[in-house]
Every structure is written in C-alpha cells, then in structure tokens.
C-alpha cells in the first residue's frame, strides 16, 4: 500500500472493487479531491464515512483513520465510541452511524460538515422527528 491517506483509500477502493460512485453512495462523500492529493486535508468525519463505506475490518479502519490524521488511538470518549462503532456496528448503515454520533454529542468533531446524509439527520433532530434520539435524550437527562 503507498503511504499517505491517498494511498489507503485507492489501495481499500482496489482491494474490496468499489467504484468511485459505489463508495459515494455509500457513504456520500465525493472522492474526487482525495484520490490523486499527496496530502490531502480532510476531516475527521469525512474520513470516517468513507470508512463506513469501504466497509473495512477494525484494523483496517484504524489504519484508514490513522492515515487521515485522524487516528483513534489515544483513549477518549469519543475516540472509544468510534471505535465500538467500528468494531460493534460496522453492519449498520451509514445514516445510523450518523444518528449515533449525533444522539452522543460528537456531531461537531466526526460528522462531515457537507456530507447529504448528515445533514438529514440533523434537520431531523431538529425538528425532532428521530424519535430514538428524542427519547434517549430524556433518559440520560
């Protein structure tokens, strides 16, 4: 695999055959921009949605993510929580993942700020219409 995020994210794409348009769809991330960069400034929440897209093995997403600059290997809360979601919750959809993070307050550091899918999910926690954030909210309250 050749170094750098670039190098991770075409050596996932080859290795699992996911086009450029699969992927997006999956995790609603144009990769266009990233592909081809030596280094690429991407954000954390963007990084992990195209983890969730490539559907990588927990090792393999730690490396992705590390490759990002985004690495999740110090111990902290958010940092676990990504992590369980990666190891416990890969076979949920990517909207899920982003109602999750949303619902536990890590909306601002690894939800991806343009991303079609989030922004859903914000509106609909805005307008409180995600019921299991609504009532998981109370019950932590």
């Known amino acids: 695999m050749k170094g750098g995020f670039s190098g991770a994210l075409n050596y996932f794409m080859d290795t699992k055959d996911i086009t450029a348009e699969e992927l997006q769809g999956r995790s609603g991330v144009s990769i266009s921009g990233y592909r081809n960069s030596i ?3 991407i954000e954390k929440g963007t990084a992990l949605a195209l983890c969730k897209g ?3 093995l927990p090792y393999q997403a730690e490396l992705f993510l590390d490759r990002a600059g985004c690495s999740i290997a110090v111990p902290s809360p958010s940092n ?4 369980e979601l990666i190891t416990a919750h890969m076979d949920d959809t990517w909207q899920q993942w982003a109602v999750k993070l ?3 307050g890590m909306a ?3 939800l991806p700020k343009r991303n079609p ?8 926690d805005e307008m409180g219409k995600i ?3 609504k009532s998981m909210k109370r019950r932590m309250e």
């Open 108 to 110: 601002k550091d690894w």
């Open 117 to 124: 899918i989030v922004k859903k999910v914000l509106e609909a």
């Open 54 to 56: 490539l559907y990588l």
């Open 39 to 41: 280094e690429p400034n």
């Open 102 to 104: 949303n619902m536990f």
């Open 131 to 133: 019921e299991n954030i």
């Open 80 to 83: 676990i929580y990504v992590r």
